[in-house]
Structures are given as C-alpha cells and as structure tokens.
C-alpha cells in the first residue's frame, strides 16, 4: 500500500505540492498495491490512500477523486485542530499499516513530519525522492546539483517527493471511501505546538509558486528602483516576478519572492531570468521550468550557457523593447 500525507491550504483545497505527490505514488503502483491490512475494498489498480489531518472540504474530497485516490483516512481531533510534529506523526503512524509506502511533498511540514514518522518507526527516511523504479530510489542532493540512488530497507518506506519532481496528472475519477478515526492523543506529544498563526500577504509565496510564467530579475536591475521594465512585463504575461537572493538580500525586494535553495521551488511553463547569472542555489529553484530565457550582458553566465533561448544585452533594453512589441501588437 502507498499512503499519502495530503496537505491542505487554509480554504481547504489540495496543495499543488500534494497533488505532485499523488501523481508520483501513482507512478509507484503500476499494477495495484497490496490488499490494505484494514477490512475495506481493495483499492483499485495503482490507486495511493491519503491521509488528512482536520478539516476535510468536499471540494478536496472530489479533487482527489479525480487525482485517484480510493480512500482516505481523515484524522480531526481537538488536539490536532493546531499542528504539532509529535502528535501529527503519531496520529499518522497509528492508521498506516507496518508494511506500506508513507510519503509526503517536500514541504517544511512534510519534512518535519516524515522525519518524525521515520524515528517513531524505526525506519530510514529518504528526502527529495525525484524517481523510482527496479534499480531504487533516485534523490536529489546539495540543492539539486548531484543525485544519489539508494535503497530503504524494511517493511515501511517513509519518503519525501522533492518539489515538481512530476506534474500533478488527473486519472480517471473515483469516489474516495472516507474513514474517520476515534484518537487518543498522548499529551507529551503536544509539548510543542502552534499556538498562533498570523498570515501576512508580503509573504505570500503561493502565486509564484503556482505561476505558469514567471519573470526573474537578479542584480542586474542595478538598484531598487530598476524594476519597472521588469515588473511591466510580469503584468503583459500575467505571470509573477521572481528574484535572486542577491536581490533579497539587499533588500531591494521580499524574501517571499525569492527563488531558489532557500526561497520558493517553481516549475512554470516559461522563466525569463533578467541580470541573473545563475548560482547553483538558483539553478536548484528553476530546474522545474519547461523552456528557460536568459537576458544577460555575459554570454558566459551560467544561466545563459543553460538557457533555452538567449538575448545578450542590457536587460533594461531588451526588457522594454519587448515591453514595446507586447504593447504594439496588443492595439
């Protein structure tokens, strides 16, 4: 059996991440997994579960029909209502059967919990899964600059799919048999928890991240006012502006735009990098992108050697002359 842990967004819709995750144990049950240990139906050919911790919408519910998920395993209780490593773990650990496939999206929360998973099991974990057949399983390492392949021993394989690792693919819809559970939450397991969240729109991370083009824009720009031409085009795509850490760190613009190791993870249909000249920090945030455009004064940059398509020359220049095309085609 594969399991799936399913995480939500405040509205209670699937994560985008979550639903790569689905599509990716899809993919680890080619002619139908094992009889689940429970008393329920068998679950179809290559059919994962999933596991929800609170409130589950009926919208969540039908989008994971769709992603083809036979049954799901709804954990609510009082003392989950806020999240807590220790008590979500467990929770989870005691409804997935000993010989199964635990995975989550290599979220934060999905991390911190597979990891805590992994020590109250006993079993080795494995991170940024990208790729799974007969020979194992293929990870990323050092922010995606080097793979390792590797194999988990005993009964329970806990992982993580490391972010746009495969499309989120619909399948063919089923209608997922619900199961509710009567938990017994031990209180040394909410010794840390959430006690707050305060959600603040500057660090509001979702659009870049869903963005089917985005424009990025490094130190190139020159200064924190160098960003018009940019932020113009960003606004013709209907796209989302992405910057390197450089830019971040200088402050010229929010964390919650930065992409790369340690910003967001993006796999858009097109990323036009603008002055950015490629850190394998950033290569590691973009390498999800389908087709890559770099504008850049030095041909010998990394991001223009990987590009798709190039345009050598100041970005300010090349930027608003598109942005003039873009306008002239438009009247």
């Known amino acids: 059996m594969t399991v799936v842990y399913v995480e939500t967004d405040p509205a209670g819709e699937v994560t985008l991440t979550s639903a790569e995750a689905i599509t990716f144990a899809r993919q680890l049950l080619p002619d139908g997994g094992p009889d689940t240990s429970r008393e329920v139906a068998a679950p179809p050919s290559g059919s994962p579960e999933g596991v929800v911790i609170g409130e589950l919408s009926d919208s969540a519910v039908a989008e994971l029909g769709r992603l083809g998920v036979s049954v799901i395993h709804h954990l609510e209780h009082p003392d989950l209502a806020e999240y807590s490593a220790a008590a979500w773990a467990q929770a989870i650990v005691d409804i997935t059967p000993e010989s199964s496939t635990l995975l989550a999206s290599g979220t934060p929360r999905g991390m911190e919990l597979?990891?805590?998973?992994?020590?109250?099991?006993?079993?080795?974990?494995?991170?940024?899964?990208?790729?799974?057949?007969?020979?194992?399983?293929?990870?990323?390492?050092?922010?995606?600059?080097?793979?390792?392949?590797?194999?988990?021993?005993?009964?329970?394989?806990?992982?993580?799919?490391?972010?746009?690792?495969?499309?989120?693919?619909?399948?063919?819809?089923?209608?997922?048999?619900?199961?509710?559970?009567?938990?017994?939450?031990?209180?040394?397991?909410?010794?840390?928890?959430?006690?707050?969240?305060?959600?603040?729109?500057?660090?509001?991370?979702?659009?870049?991240?869903?963005?089917?083009?985005?424009?990025?824009?490094?130190?190139?720009?020159?200064?924190?006012?160098?960003?018009?031409?940019?932020?113009?085009?960003?606004?013709?795509?209907?796209?989302?502006?992405?910057?390197?850490?450089?830019?971040?760190?200088?402050?010229?613009?929010?964390?919650?735009?930065?992409?790369?190791?340690?910003?967001?993870?993006?796999?858009?249909?097109?990323?036009?990098?603008?002055?950015?000249?490629?850190?394998?920090?950033?290569?590691?945030?973009?390498?999800?992108?389908?087709?890559?455009?770099?504008?850049?004064?030095?041909?010998e940059s990394t991001m223009v050697q990987r590009a798709d398509y190039a345009i050598i020359g100041d970005l300010h220049e090349v930027v608003g002359a598109v942005n003039e095309e873009i306008v002239r085609r438009k009247q």
């Open 114 to 299: 597979m990891a805590h998973v992994a020590l109250r099991t006993g079993q080795r974990m494995a991170a940024n899964v990208i790729g799974a057949d007969e020979e194992g399983l293929l990870r990323q390492v050092h922010g995606g600059t080097a793979f390792e392949r590797l194999r988990l021993d005993g009964e329970l394989h806990v992982l993580t799919i490391a972010g746009h690792a495969c499309n989120p693919e619909e399948t063919t819809p089923v209608t997922p048999e619900v199961y509710d559970y009567e938990l017994d939450v031990a209180e040394a397991d909410l010794a840390t928890r959430v006690q707050r969240t305060e959600a603040e729109a500057a660090d509001d991370a979702s659009g870049l991240t869903s963005a089917r083009a985005v424009v990025g824009a490094g130190r190139g720009v020159g200064s924190e006012n160098g960003f018009s031409e940019v932020l113009e085009l960003v606004d013709h795509l209907g796209g989302a502006l992405g910057v390197s850490r450089v830019v971040t760190g200088l402050g010229w613009r929010p964390h919650a735009e930065q992409v790369g190791q340690t910003g967001s993870r993006i796999s858009p249909d097109v990323y036009i990098a603008c002055g950015i000249s490629g850190a394998i920090q950033h290569m590691a945030g973009i390498e999800g992108a389908k087709t890559l455009v770099a504008i850049n004064s030095d041909e």
